[in-house]
């Protein structure tokens, strides 16, 4: 059940719902979209709402509105993967590749400043605790990214990372919480801010991506874990 709608980014957030509700249902390319009686149902909102989401939609290249006959999931739209195992990997790939890029440009464009951040951001995580306020470490690995991010000075790249990282908030939880995995997140981010401040653009993005590396292999431990329990558990109920 999607409760309703209510925020001034109305149709922001109904855009991001449609996209949601197209991979939960599993929608393929050239297949038809529930119709605007039922997104007004589905999500509660007016059908100016629906209408100005789709309007988006279609100029994004996701969806097909041929007049008469309906809306249609665009024929060369790839939909994202779900939260599967593998999804997940996918969505990791994805950041690796883009913030060793724009750990490259920061390198390059990076104010004074914008390390100062940086900086701010590894002693907040090097001073929160992992038991006592784990959404304070969660939230000061973030802060890293995301001022090195901001530094490469590219709204673009800014952008997709934003998208992909929105699909990784939980598992990006469960690695920097999962043993060491906040000193290796520090040792990490230290190595990556040290060549950013050399101005080497390749070993910055060098240290990113072993940084990014040792998430996803954490993230592949932590699976694998999930996937034994969840199969002992099975074992037990049978």
């Given at each position: 059940?999607?409760?309703?709608?209510?925020?001034?980014?109305?149709?922001?957030?109904?855009?991001?719902?449609?996209?949601?509700?197209?991979?939960?249902?599993?929608?393929?390319?050239?297949?038809?979209?529930?119709?605007?009686?039922?997104?007004?149902?589905?999500?509660?909102?007016?059908?100016?709402?629906?209408?100005?989401?789709?309007?988006?939609?279609?100029?994004?290249?996701?969806?097909?509105?041929?007049?008469?006959?309906?809306?249609?999931?665009?024929?060369?739209?790839?939909?994202?993967?779900?939260?599967?195992?593998?999804?997940?990997?996918?969505?990791?790939?994805?950041?690796?590749?883009?913030?060793?890029?724009?750990?490259?440009?920061?390198?390059?464009?990076?104010?004074?400043?914008?390390?100062?951040?940086?900086?701010?951001?590894i002693t907040k995580l090097e001073e929160a605790d992992v038991e006592t306020d784990p959404d304070e470490v969660v939230q000061a690995d973030l802060e890293f990214h995301y001022a090195l991010a901001g530094s490469a000075d590219n709204p673009v790249l800014l952008h997709f990372l934003q998208e992909v990282d929105s699909r990784l908030q939980k598992g990006r939880s469960t690695t920097i919480l999962f043993p060491q995995g906040k000193k290796k997140a520090i040792e990490g981010h230290r190595r990556v801010l040290d060549a950013l401040k050399l101005r080497a653009p390749d070993e910055a993005a060098r240290q990113m991506g072993r940084h990014i590396g040792e998430i996803e292999k954490a993230q592949q431990s932590i699976l694998a874990l999930q996937g034994g329990q969840n199969r002992e558990g099975e074992k037990r109920r049978s």
């Open positions: 059940m999607h409760p309703p709608l209510r925020a001034k980014r109305l149709t922001e957030l109904l855009i991001d719902e449609i996209k949601v509700l197209i991979e939960a249902d599993s929608l393929q390319p050239g297949d038809r979209m529930p119709t605007e009686q039922e997104l007004m149902r589905i999500f509660k909102v007016s059908r100016t709402s629906v209408r100005e989401a789709l309007s988006v939609l279609r100029q994004e290249g996701v969806v097909d509105i041929i007049q008469g006959k309906g809306t249609f999931l665009k024929k060369h739209y790839t939909p994202l993967p779900g939260p599967s195992p593998r999804g997940l990997m996918h969505f990791v790939e994805a950041r690796k590749v883009l913030e060793t890029t724009l750990a490259g440009l920061a390198a390059e464009r990076a104010s004074d400043e914008d390390f100062a951040s940086m900086e701010r951001a």
